[in-house]
């Protein structure tokens, strides 16, 4: 069952911040975030596996709600280079299979 | 180069044909995804192989089907094409039997148009 990303959009000035959620009616085991370009392939960001935990990739980082199944991605003081489309992956225990968001497209301008 | 290889790149064939995509996971990895992407469905997760044994399958239709080789490239089957079946088809590859701790790194992909 895919997750569901808020919101589809968002355009950003440099240095703005943003947050993109994700979240699941189903218990989860792991959250992924991936970003990818226009043309090109997904790259990953960052996994989380427990509940509260919180990660970070240069000013982009993550918290997952376990109880809540939800997590949240914080980009700050957003770069041109943030730009893309974000997606969530989320996998529930032990069925092996990520599940992608529809994605939210971040825009950032100088 | 993220080290996950999809050949063809590009792919045009008519409705009826077959054809086959190629993945070369990253050196180490040992379990190969698929998932196709389109502009109205997104990443849809079709089929996991794990050192040559299929793991997991999700929305895969019955003309499809894939197979991991002993030397872990898998390769996705696609028969009687027909028009929708158009979309990106990526491979990822990760160390890991399920998800576990590891993400995914992702090929080019192969831009299948069907016409």
């Known amino acids: 069952q895919q997750p569901v990303q808020s919101p589809q959009a968002v355009i950003l000035r440099e240095g703005e911040d943003a947050v993109i959620n994700c979240s699941s009616s189903k218990a989860l085991y792991s959250v992924h975030w991936y970003r990818q370009k226009h043309g090109e392939a997904p790259v990953f960001l960052m996994i989380l596996l427990k509940g509260g935990e919180q990660k970070g990739h240069e000013k982009i980082s993550a918290s997952f709600n376990e109880k809540k199944q939800q997590s949240s991605l914080y980009l700050t003081a957003s770069q041109l280079s943030y730009s893309g489309t974000y997606f969530c992956g989320t996998e529930r225990s032990n069925d092996y299979k990520l599940s992608f968001g529809a994605g939210t497209t971040v825009t950032v301008r100088a | 180069d993220s080290g996950v290889t999809q050949t063809p790149k590009h792919l045009i064939t008519a409705t009826g044909q077959r054809v086959t995509l190629r993945c070369s996971p990253r050196?180490?990895?040992?379990?190969v995804y698929w998932y196709q992407q389109s502009l109205d469905q997104g990443l849809q997760f079709l089929i996991q192989?794990?050192?040559?044994?299929?793991?997991a399958k999700g929305n895969i239709l019955e003309r499809f089907s894939a197979q991991q080789f002993p030397d872990l490239h898998s390769e996705l089957n696609l028969s009687s094409l027909e028009l929708g079946d158009s979309a990106l088809y990526f491979c990822?590859?990760?160390?890991?039997?399920?998800?576990?701790?590891?993400?995914?790194?992702f090929g080019s992909g192969t831009r299948l148009t069907v016409v």
């Open positions: 990822a590859s990760s160390v890991a039997t399920g998800t576990g701790n590891y993400g995914y790194t």
């Open positions: 192989y794990y050192n040559g044994e299929e793991r």
């Open positions: 050196s180490g990895d040992l379990s």
